[in-house]
């Protein structure tokens, strides 16, 4: 089933995997365009005071902004980017706007899923390790 809400350049469907759910491009993206300025709520306490499912969908706000304590959950299709690393998707805070910017790191076609990296620095698409799965106890699934 495909979730298509007005004009959005995305799409929600099933992967087909262990994944579940992913988000699709409905058109294609350059390098640099933003895909998605997904609005934040910000909550004021440390990730660990989160129940343990919470944790595994919020952003760390002051990690992103470097001005605020807390944990950002991202509304719109934030919370559904799956991980890949090296991903197609960064993101960076707006604090000001109070959102997440997603935004193309490379060229992405029409039909293509989009994701984040859950280890990457900063929202960067490139990690090294998997600290995100250690610290939330759980393997990784391609």
Same mark, same amino acid.
């Given at each position: 089933?495909?979730?298509? *809400? @007005?004009?959005?350049?995305?799409?929600?469907?099933?992967?087909?995997?262990? +994944? @579940? $759910? @992913?988000?699709?491009?409905? +058109?294609?993206?350059?390098? !640099?365009?933003?895909?998605? $300025?997904?609005?934040?709520?910000?909550? &004021?306490?440390?990730? #660990? &005071?989160?129940?343990?499912?919470?944790? =595994? #969908?919020?952003?760390?706000? =002051? !990690?992103?902004?470097?001005?605020?304590? !807390?944990?950002? *959950?991202?509304?719109? /299709? !934030? @919370?559904? /980017? %799956?991980?890949?690393?090296?991903?197609?998707? $960064? #993101?960076?805070?707006?604090?000001? %706007?109070?959102?997440?910017?997603?935004?193309?790191?490379?060229?992405?076609?029409?039909?293509?899923e989009l994701t984040i990296n859950y280890n990457g620095v900063c929202g960067?698409? #490139?990690?090294? %390790?998997? $600290?995100?799965?250690?610290?939330?106890?759980?393997?990784?699934?391609?």
């Open positions: 089933m495909h979730l298509k *809400i @007005g004009a959005a350049p995305v799409w929600v469907q099933d992967t087909g995997t262990p +994944r @579940g $759910r @992913g988000v699709f491009a409905a +058109r294609d993206f350059a390098v !640099g365009e933003v895909v998605e $300025r997904a609005p934040v709520l910000v909550l &004021d306490c440390s990730h #660990y &005071d989160l129940p343990p499912l919470l944790q =595994k #969908y919020t952003f760390s706000w =002051k !990690g992103l902004t470097g001005v605020h304590e !807390g944990q950002a *959950i991202a509304l719109g /299709y !934030g @919370g559904l /980017y %799956n991980h890949a690393s090296p991903a197609n998707l $960064r #993101y960076q805070a707006d604090a000001d %706007n109070q959102c997440i910017l997603f935004v193309a790191e490379c060229a992405i076609l029409t039909g293509e960067s698409a #490139y990690s090294e %390790n998997d $600290r995100w799965f250690t610290a939330h106890a759980v393997a990784p699934l391609t």
